[in-house]
T-cell receptor, first 114, second 114 residues
Framework: EAGVTQFPSHSVIEKGQTVTLRCDPI?????LYWYRRVMGKEIKFLLH????????ESGMPNNRFLAERTGGTYSTLKVQPAELEDSGVYFC????????????FGPGTRLTVL | AQSVTQPDIHITVSEGASLELRCNYS??????LFWYVQSPGQGLQLLLK??????LVQGIKGFEAEFKRSQSSFNLRKPSVHWSDAAEYFC????????????FGTGTRLLVSP
C-alpha cells in the first residue's frame, strides 16, 4: 500500500514568490491534515480536511496560506506571497478515521524562503 | 492550552546502552499520548500510543513508554539502543474527543555513538 506522498520534497524560493505544496493521502482516507515545523520549534497543526471540507483551520498562520482539497483526494497548500518566516518543513498526514492514532505522515516538504 | 515539553534537545547514547527520553505535558484531563520518530528523509512514524488502561505501553522497535499521571509525564524508554535508532523523537498529545489535532513537543534528537 502506498503511503502519504508529498511534492516537492524541497523547494527554495525568494521572498514574495508563490509556492504550492501537494499532498496525496492514502487512498480512501477521508481525513487529511497539514502540519508545519519551523526550524528548531515544535510541529504545529495547520488544518484538517474531512473529504473536501475544512474541519478545522485554526492553525493557519494568516491569509497568505490557502489550502484546498478538491474532490476530497489530494490537497494543495499555497503560500502567496511567501515570507522568510514561512521557511520550514510542511508535513501532511491522513487517516481513515477521526482518531489521529491511525494516521500516516508523509515525508514532508522542506520550504526555504530566501 | 495544551503543551508538551521535551526538555532534551539532543541526547547522545552509546550503542547498547539504555535510553530514556523525557516528555511532560500540560492538559486538564488525561490526554491521548503518542511518541513518533522521524528518521532522515522519512515521515513521522508512530512508535506507540496511550489511550487508557495499562500505563506501561509497548511499541514498535523495542520501545516502551510509561504514563505517570502524578508527574504528567510520558517518558520513552529502550533497554538497548541500536545505531539505527539515531533519529528525532517527538512526543505528542491529543484531546480525547475525536477529530482533534496533535500537539507536539519540540523533539529530541538522538545520536548513537559506537
Amino acid at each position: 500500500e502506498a503511503g502519504v506522498t508529498q511534492f516537492p520534497s524541497h523547494s527554495v524560493i525568494e521572498k514574495g514568490q508563490t509556492v504550492t505544496l501537494r499532498c496525496d493521502p492514502i487512498s480512501g482516507h477521508d481525513n487529511l491534515y497539514w502540519y508545519r515545523r519551523v526550524m528548531g520549534k515544535e510541529i504545529k497543526f495547520l488544518l484538517h480536511f474531512v473529504k473536501e471540507s475544512k474541519q478545522d483551520e485554526s492553525g493557519m498562520p494568516n491569509n497568505r496560506f490557502l489550502a484546498e482539497r478538491t474532490g476530497g483526494t489530494y490537497s494543495t497548500l499555497k503560500v502567496q506571497p511567501a515570507e522568510l518566516e514561512d521557511s520550514g518543513v510542511y508535513f501532511c498526514a491522513s487517516s481513515q478515521e477521526g482518531r489521529l492514532a491511525k494516521e500516516f505522515f508523509g515525508p514532508g516538504t522542506r520550504l526555504t524562503v530566501l | 492550552a495544551q503543551s508538551v515539553t521535551q526538555p532534551d534537545i539532543h541526547i547522545t547514547v552509546s550503542e547498547g546502552a539504555s535510553l530514556e527520553l523525557r516528555c511532560n505535558y500540560s492538559y486538564g484531563a488525561t490526554p491521548y499520548l503518542f511518541w513518533y520518530v522521524q528518521s532522515p528523509g522519512q515521515g513521522l512514524q508512530l512508535l506507540l500510543k496511550y489511550f487508557s488502561g495499562d500505563t506501561l505501553v509497548q511499541g514498535i522497535k523495542g520501545f516502551e513508554a510509561e504514563f505517570k499521571r502524578s508527574q504528567s509525564s510520558f517518558n520513552l524508554r529502550k533497554p538497548s539502543v541500536h545505531w539505527s535508532d539515531a533519529a528525532e523523537y517527538f512526543c505528542a498529545v491529543e484531546k480525547n474527543t475525536g477529530f482533534q489535532k496533535l500537539v507536539f513537543g519540540t523533539g529530541t534528537r538522538l545520536l548513537v555513538s559506537p
